[in-house]
């Protein structure tokens, strides 16, 4: 066990429907990653955030959106959702803001289905 | 990502047999990651590299980190079907703050 929690575990949903990802990082950790895995794309970087402010940005759609609240869970948003979004989303935390040079502790993930 | 490729893309080894599973990245590392994967779960941390030539160990998972050829390489010895899954490098690059894995190495056990 990481101490990184995902939920929902499992998100079935039809195309151009909104949902939510939450995230609770490990305790004192102040960054959150999230990223998407799909057997085509592989492991793909999302966004990062490091103490309620945006750190990083990576492939993440504009239909796709995401926050740090001042407990420091996250939440990824995704909208307008296509058959192609769907995929394995984890999220990941580590101490500090920078990535390399830390280890990240990932989630279990939730995996996501678009019909 | 072709920034960093992983190989082979599968392994099937005899349980007991010892095996090597390769990172090479097309830029100058600064830090380097393995995770192992269960299918479906999240990724778990083994090993982070950072200086040439170092070299870490856990259980009998061994990783070493070539600055120069700019790869490393994961070495099971003694293979067990808990070693099971799919092995993911990620590197970091200085010049961003994010992580760049790689494809993913399948690794099967045979009994």
């Known amino acids: 066990d990481s101490g990184v929690t995902q939920t929902p575990k499992h998100l079935i949903t039809a195309t151009g429907q909104r949902v939510t990802l939450r995230c609770s990082p490990r305790s004192g950790d102040l960054s959150v990653y999230w990223y998407q895995q799909s057997l085509d794309q592989g492991l793909q970087f999302l966004i990062q955030?490091?103490?309620?402010?945006?750190?990083a940005k990576g492939n993440i759609l504009e239909r796709f959106s995401a926050q740090q609240f001042p407990d420091l869970h996250s939440e990824l948003n995704l909208s307008s959702l296509e058959l192609g979004d769907s995929a394995l989303y984890f999220c990941a935390s580590s101490v500090g803001g920078y990535s390399t040079g830390e280890t990240q502790y990932f989630g279990p993930g939730t995996r996501l289905l678009v019909l | 990502s072709q920034e960093l490729e992983q190989s082979p893309q599968s392994l099937i080894v005899q349980e007991g047999k010892n095996l090597t599973i390769n990172c090479t990245s097309s830029k100058t590392l600064y830090g380097l990651y393995w995770y192992k994967q269960k299918y479906g779960e999240g990724l778990i941390f083994l090993m982070m590299?950072?200086?040439g030539g170092e070299e870490k160990s856990h259980e009998k998972i061994t990783a070493k980190l070539d600055e120069k050829k700019q790869q490393s390489s994961l070495h099971i010895t003694a293979s067990q079907p808990s070693h099971a899954g799919i092995y993911l490098c990620g590197i970091g690059m200085d010049s961003n703050y994010q992580l760049i894995w790689g494809a993913g190495t399948k690794l099967i056990i045979k009994p």
């Open positions: 955030y490091y103490n309620g402010e945006e750190r």
């Open positions: 590299l950072q200086k």
